[in-house]
């Protein structure tokens, strides 16, 4: 199956008190915006939610990647899909029924992406595969940006695409959390075809440039250069 990478900066990162400006300087270059909702109960952060989305959503075309890290998505993702978001990912570990809210998502229009923090194992999530668009494997503890990569987290990519290899599923793998130049082709590597990218993207001077090259780096891992 022929999978061109993704990539996708985190607004995280970025000025907030300009956040439609910085999401045109990622237009053209980009495939996704990332927009990181944090409630201050799932994670101890907190960060936008509903509203903005809503009003960012009017200002730009680029599709919105919406990863809820929040407590009890089922009452709150459906609405991120109402507002235009192009993918809708919850968490895991704040889900007790998954197939359920990714079919609600997929009812109101989004894809469904379900995120698997630092400590979670991935394992028990493998047969639900198909009922997901993306798999978000975060590669720091979900939280805060500007954390390091970790390594060891791509063992997960790999136990997900090589069950997304076997059962033939058309799935996105994506990985959130220290991307950057440095670390991006090994995830590239493990089987990741989306790259989530704060700081890489809006601490470079250059936030298009940036996103160049680390699909030019991703590409080539993924024998597409
Ligand atoms: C952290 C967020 C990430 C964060 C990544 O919990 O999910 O999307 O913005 O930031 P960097 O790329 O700086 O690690
Ligand atoms: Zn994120």
Known sequence: MERSPIIAPSILASDFSRLAEEVHAIEGAADWAHVDVMDNHFVP???????VVQSLRK???????????ITDPQRWAPAYAE????????????CDDPVALAKTLRAAGAKAGLAIDRDTPVEPYLELLPYLDTVLIMTIKAGFGGQSFLPEMLEKVRDVRRRAEVN???????????????????????GADAFVAGTAVYGAADPAEAIRKLRALAAARMGLA
């Open 45 to 51: 952060n907190l960060t936008i939610g509903l509203p």
């Open 83 to 94: 507002a235009g978001a192009y993918n809708v990912t919850f968490h895991a570990e704040a």
């Open 59 to 69: 200002a730009t075309d680029i599709p919105f990647d919406v990863h809820l890290m």
């Open 168 to 190: 033939q599923l058309e799935i996105r793998i994506e990985v959130d959390g220290g991307i950057a130049a440095d670390t991006i082709e090994q995830a590239a590597e493990a």
